[in-house]
């Protein structure tokens, strides 16, 4: 489902006091980036942040979930989206405080990624001599 640019722009105003953030389409949806690091998720009019075990609480103890994908191979994959309650739109300094925990979890699981080198990626490309 499409994401609506009145509602990309409805979320870029809740963020704004976030600092630089970014809403760039993607597969139907939308990837919400603060510099280039993605820390939400649009899809269709609703709004996902990044989770990790710092604030998957939150969003739990508010009844939301992860957002769910679903590819054609038939099998649900749970991303680390969670839904953000829709009360936090009235309640804009508690949105920005959830929304820089997102931040956090993005920048946590951005730095326990393993770092590629060249050598690393010339395996990867590398084919077998027939």
């Given at each position: 489902?499409?994401?609506?640019?009145?509602?990309?722009?409805?979320?870029?105003?809740q963020l704004e006091p976030l600092g630089p953030v970014r809403i760039r389409n993607m597969f139907g949806g939308a990837g919400v980036y603060f510099d280039d690091?993605?820390?939400?998720?649009?899809?269709?009019?609703?709004?996902?942040?990044?989770v990790d075990e710092r604030?998957?609480?939150?969003?739990?103890?508010?009844?939301?979930?992860?957002?769910?994908?679903?590819?054609?191979?038939?099998?649900?994959?749970a991303m680390s989206y969670y839904e953000l309650p829709e009360r936090l739109y009235d309640e804009p300094e508690e949105l920005v405080?959830?929304?820089?925990r997102a931040l956090d979890a993005a920048l946590?699981?951005?730095?326990?990624k393993p770092v590629k080198?060249?050598?690393?990626?010339?395996?990867?490309?590398?084919?077998?001599?027939n």
């Amino acid at each position: 489902m499409a994401v609506s640019s009145e509602y990309k722009a409805f979320v870029a105003e809740q963020l704004e006091p976030l600092g630089p953030v970014r809403i760039r389409n993607m597969f139907g949806g939308a990837g919400v980036y603060f510099d280039d690091l993605m820390f939400g998720l649009i899809v269709g009019e609703t709004l996902f942040f990044k989770v990790d075990e710092r604030n998957r609480g939150d969003f739990e103890g508010e009844e939301m979930g992860p957002f769910v994908y679903e590819p054609p191979s038939g099998k649900s994959i749970a991303m680390s989206y969670y839904e953000l309650p829709e009360r936090l739109y009235d309640e804009p300094e508690e949105l920005v405080l959830w929304a820089r925990r997102a931040l956090d979890a993005a920048l946590a699981a951005k730095a326990s990624k393993p770092v590629k080198t060249k050598k690393a990626a010339r395996k990867k490309t590398a084919r077998p001599k027939n």
